[in-house]
Protein backbone atom coordinates (compact mmCIF):
# COMPACT_ATOMS: atom_id res chain seq x y z
CA UNK A 1 0.00 0.00 0.00
CA UNK A 2 3.26 2.56 0.94
CA UNK A 3 3.61 2.03 -3.45
CA UNK A 4 0.43 3.03 -4.62
CA UNK A 5 1.70 6.37 -5.06
CA UNK A 6 4.71 5.76 -6.98
CA UNK A 7 2.53 2.89 -8.76
CA UNK A 8 -0.25 5.53 -9.71
CA UNK A 9 2.38 7.94 -11.23
CA UNK A 10 3.56 4.98 -13.41
CA UNK A 11 -0.07 4.10 -14.28
CA UNK A 12 -0.93 8.56 -15.35
CA UNK A 13 2.11 7.55 -17.24
CA UNK A 14 0.98 4.87 -18.97
CA UNK A 15 -2.00 6.06 -19.92
CA UNK A 16 -1.06 8.44 -21.58
CA UNK A 17 -1.30 6.32 -24.85
CA UNK A 18 -5.32 5.84 -23.90
CA UNK A 19 -7.02 6.83 -27.21
CA UNK A 20 -9.04 9.17 -25.08
CA UNK A 21 -9.92 10.19 -21.20
CA UNK A 22 -12.12 8.08 -19.76
CA UNK A 23 -15.65 8.77 -17.43
CA UNK A 24 -14.90 6.19 -14.83
CA UNK A 25 -12.26 4.17 -13.55
CA UNK A 26 -13.08 0.91 -12.22
CA UNK A 27 -10.92 -1.89 -10.33
CA UNK A 28 -11.55 -5.47 -11.06
CA UNK A 29 -12.89 -6.82 -8.13
CA UNK A 30 -11.86 -9.66 -6.05
CA UNK A 31 -14.27 -12.85 -4.50
CA UNK A 32 -14.87 -11.73 -1.05
CA UNK A 33 -12.92 -14.89 0.35
CA UNK A 34 -9.85 -13.29 -1.11
CA UNK A 35 -10.62 -10.05 -0.22
CA UNK A 36 -11.12 -11.24 3.57
CA UNK A 37 -7.93 -13.07 3.59
CA UNK A 38 -5.65 -10.16 1.86
CA UNK A 39 -7.25 -7.46 3.48
CA UNK A 40 -7.67 -5.49 0.44
CA UNK A 41 -7.81 -5.27 -3.23
CA UNK A 42 -4.57 -4.19 -4.89
CA UNK A 43 -6.54 -3.60 -8.26
CA UNK A 44 -9.36 -1.28 -6.10
CA UNK A 45 -5.95 0.73 -4.39
CA UNK A 46 -4.39 1.19 -7.80
CA UNK A 47 -7.76 2.30 -9.53
CA UNK A 48 -8.69 4.56 -6.60
CA UNK A 49 -5.17 6.26 -6.44
CA UNK A 50 -5.56 6.79 -10.21
CA UNK A 51 -8.70 8.37 -10.58
CA UNK A 52 -7.65 10.71 -7.35
CA UNK A 53 -5.04 11.58 -9.01
CA UNK A 54 -6.44 12.65 -12.80
CA UNK A 55 -9.77 13.63 -10.87
CA UNK A 56 -12.04 10.80 -12.43
CA UNK A 57 -14.75 9.03 -10.89
CA UNK A 58 -13.50 5.96 -9.16
CA UNK A 59 -16.61 2.93 -8.93
CA UNK A 60 -15.00 0.24 -6.90
CA UNK A 61 -18.45 -1.47 -6.17
CA UNK A 62 -19.60 -1.60 -10.14
CA UNK A 63 -18.40 -4.50 -10.86
CA UNK A 64 -18.77 -7.95 -8.29
CA UNK A 65 -17.37 -11.48 -8.62
CA UNK A 66 -20.01 -13.57 -8.14
CA UNK A 67 -17.96 -16.58 -7.59
CA UNK A 68 -14.38 -17.75 -6.71
CA UNK A 69 -12.15 -18.51 -9.09
CA UNK A 70 -9.11 -19.94 -7.83
CA UNK A 71 -6.17 -19.55 -8.63
CA UNK A 72 -5.29 -19.72 -12.15
CA UNK A 73 -1.16 -20.30 -12.09
CA UNK A 74 -0.21 -23.09 -14.99
CA UNK A 75 -3.73 -23.18 -16.82
CA UNK A 76 -3.62 -22.50 -20.25
CA UNK A 77 -5.36 -19.45 -22.35
CA UNK A 78 -8.53 -21.45 -23.06
CA UNK A 79 -8.46 -22.89 -19.22
CA UNK A 80 -8.51 -19.42 -17.98
CA UNK A 81 -10.79 -17.85 -20.21
CA UNK A 82 -13.19 -20.87 -18.81
CA UNK A 83 -12.46 -19.94 -15.27
CA UNK A 84 -13.88 -16.38 -15.47
CA UNK A 85 -16.74 -17.06 -17.91
CA UNK A 86 -19.78 -15.70 -15.99
CA UNK A 87 -17.56 -15.10 -13.10
CA UNK A 88 -18.67 -11.22 -12.97
CA UNK A 89 -21.83 -9.25 -12.61
CA UNK A 90 -22.75 -5.68 -11.82
CA UNK A 91 -22.48 -4.74 -8.28
CA UNK A 92 -26.51 -4.65 -6.86
CA UNK A 93 -25.87 -0.56 -6.13
CA UNK A 94 -24.30 -0.15 -9.38
CA UNK A 95 -25.48 3.07 -11.11
CA UNK A 96 -26.77 2.06 -14.55
CA UNK A 97 -27.74 5.63 -15.67
CA UNK A 98 -23.65 6.71 -14.69
CA UNK A 99 -22.42 3.80 -16.84
CA UNK A 100 -24.75 4.24 -19.76
CA UNK A 101 -22.42 5.29 -23.09
CA UNK A 102 -19.51 6.11 -20.29
CA UNK A 103 -16.12 5.38 -21.20
CA UNK A 104 -15.10 3.06 -18.88
CA UNK A 105 -10.85 2.26 -17.42
CA UNK A 106 -10.93 -0.78 -15.73
CA UNK A 107 -8.16 -1.27 -14.05
CA UNK A 108 -5.88 -4.65 -12.39
CA UNK A 109 -2.93 -4.95 -10.59
CA UNK A 110 -1.76 -8.04 -13.13
CA UNK A 111 -2.84 -9.17 -16.58
CA UNK A 112 -1.29 -12.52 -18.12
CA UNK A 113 -3.68 -13.52 -20.96
CA UNK A 114 -6.11 -10.80 -20.43
CA UNK A 115 -9.07 -13.30 -19.67
CA UNK A 116 -10.23 -11.59 -16.59
CA UNK A 117 -9.83 -8.19 -18.19
CA UNK A 118 -12.18 -9.20 -21.19
CA UNK A 119 -14.61 -11.22 -18.86
CA UNK A 120 -15.37 -7.82 -16.59
CA UNK A 121 -15.39 -5.57 -19.84
CA UNK A 122 -18.15 -8.16 -21.23
CA UNK A 123 -20.35 -7.37 -18.32
CA UNK A 124 -19.82 -3.62 -18.42
CA UNK A 125 -20.62 -3.27 -22.36
CA UNK A 126 -23.58 -5.32 -21.90
CA UNK A 127 -24.55 -2.81 -19.27
CA UNK A 128 -24.20 0.16 -21.47
CA UNK A 129 -21.09 1.10 -21.17
CA UNK A 130 -19.49 2.95 -24.66
CA UNK A 131 -15.99 2.17 -24.60
CA UNK A 132 -13.95 0.33 -22.08
CA UNK A 133 -10.18 1.08 -21.41
CA UNK A 134 -7.69 -1.27 -19.45
CA UNK A 135 -4.63 -0.05 -17.61
CA UNK A 136 -2.73 -2.91 -15.61
CA UNK A 137 0.26 -2.33 -13.38
CA UNK A 138 2.41 -5.07 -14.69
CA UNK A 139 1.71 -7.94 -17.46
CA UNK A 140 3.39 -11.43 -17.61
CA UNK A 141 5.79 -11.22 -20.66
CA UNK A 142 6.17 -14.72 -23.01
CA UNK A 143 4.35 -17.53 -22.66
CA UNK A 144 4.42 -18.56 -18.76
CA UNK A 145 0.86 -20.40 -19.01
CA UNK A 146 0.43 -23.90 -20.16
CA UNK A 147 -0.73 -23.80 -23.99
CA UNK A 148 -3.75 -26.62 -24.15
CA UNK A 149 -2.68 -29.79 -25.85
CA UNK A 150 -4.43 -31.04 -28.79
CA UNK A 151 -6.97 -33.52 -26.32
CA UNK A 152 -8.40 -30.15 -24.59
CA UNK A 153 -9.19 -28.05 -27.34
CA UNK A 154 -10.84 -30.31 -29.20
CA UNK A 155 -8.63 -30.32 -31.97
Known amino acids: LDLVPT ?3 WLQRAATTLPGRP ?9 MRRLWGRGFNQAAELARGYARAEGLAH ?6 RTRATGSMRG ?12 AFALGPQA ?6 GARVLLVDDVMTTGATLGACAEVLLDAGARDIFTLVLARVEGARWREPQDDETGA
Not at 95 to 100: E, K
Request: hydrophobic share 45%.
Open 75 to 86: LSRVERKAAVDG
Open 23 to 31: DLVVPVPLH
Open 95 to 100: PRAQLS
Open 7 to 9: FTT
Open 59 to 64: LPGLLR
